[in-house]
């Protein structure tokens, strides 16, 4: 398993407001029953490396439907090897040094 972080920022629009474009991301991920968070500056998903790619590039593609012109998307991805992470291991790992 591997965590991907995606952050889009659809560019073009009438609006500086993004909330529309990330609500329709976030149904869609909730729509494929796979493991996301919402933060304030992205998204995290976890899965399997291919699956995670071929969510990046729907999710690219949504605010291109809801009308923006142009989209920038960055994607940072965490795959581990030597054991299975999960959403939540490492603000975990974090809480129990800070106990």
Known sequence: ???????????????TS????????????AAEEIPFRLHDMG???EGEIPRLLELAARLHEIPFAGGAQ??????????????RIALGDKQAA??????
């Open 1 to 15: 398993m591997a965590l991907l972080q995606i952050t889009v920022v659809p560019l073009g629009t009438a609006t």
């Open 18 to 29: 993004v909330g529309d474009h990330v609500a329709a991301m976030q149904r869609m991920l």
């Open 43 to 45: 998204t995290i998903i």
């Open 70 to 83: 142009r989209v920038m998307t960055q994607i940072v991805i965490d795959d581990r090897r030597d054991r």
């Open 94 to 99: 974090v809480r129990r040094r800070l106990a």
